[in-house]
């Protein structure tokens, strides 16, 4: 299961929030198939333990952006009243490696800086060894950090760039235009001029040729 991230420095910390992971921390190796133990403690800052409340934890491979659910350890754990957990790591959820940690997801409190997401801590990332399992090409990108989901500000920035063509275009379309109407202005003007001139000179031509008639009357 894909699931968003919002901690930016969770993956290399090793404690997030109000919820202190002691263990596993960055030197801890866990082994698939054989007990292991998760401790916390309050970090003495805002929200307490109280707060935080019921908590589900797990194991999680991924990036600070995107991150993939290995493995579920317990549903539900109230953090204010209990400092460890003790469970057996599945072989079969990954291979051996250093790119594992834990993720406490708060049940009920949310996460003060974004509200639509749950507050959360994170462990440094450990190691496991003796595990059986393998990790699919996307789950490895995501490690790698080269998830492919897309990014706002490119869709924004797309978004900007697509605009500013259009902007461009109806810019072009409507100078087009202005010229067009212009030139037919223009022309309209000319041919006005013209039809105007031709009136006047085939006026002339009648009267010129009137007045022909009436002197050449006049001199027989």
């Not at 209990?82 to 490696?97: E, H, K, M, V």
């Not at 223009?186 to 009648?206: D, F, L, Q, V, Y």
């Amino acid at each position: 299961m894909l699931c968003k991230s919002l901690a930016l420095l969770a993956l290399s910390s090793s404690a997030l929030a109000t919820v202190f992971i002691t263990s596993p921390t960055a030197s801890t190796t866990f082994t698939g198939g054989q007990q292991a133990t998760i401790n916390w403690q309050d970090d003495g800052t805002a929200p307490s333990l109280a707060q935080f409340g019921p908590a589900k934890v797990s194991i999680y491979v991924g990036n600070a952006q995107q991150q993939t659910s290995l493995q579920l350890i317990v549903a539900s754990v109230d953090v204010s009243t209990t400092q460890s957990i003790q469970f057996t790591p599945d072989a079969t959820i990954g291979p051996n490696g250093n790119q594992y940690f834990i993720r406490f997801e708060s049940l009920s409190f949310k996460d003060p800086n974004n509200a639509q997401y749950p507050a959360e801590a994170f462990s440094a990332k450990f190691t496991m060894s003796g595990m059986t399992g393998t990790f699919s090409q996307a789950v490895i990108d995501q490690i790698n950090g080269q998830s492919t989901a897309p990014l706002a500000g490119a869709t924004a920035a797309a978004s900007s760039t697509g605009a500013a063509a259009a902007t461009t275009s109806a810019s072009a379309t409507t100078s087009k235009a202005s010229s067009s109407t212009a030139s037919a202005t223009k022309s309209s003007t000319s041919a006005a001029k013209t039809s105007n001139a031709a009136i006047h000179m085939k006026g002339s031509s009648w009267f010129g040729i009137i007045l022909g008639a009436v002197v050449g009357a006049a001199v027989f």
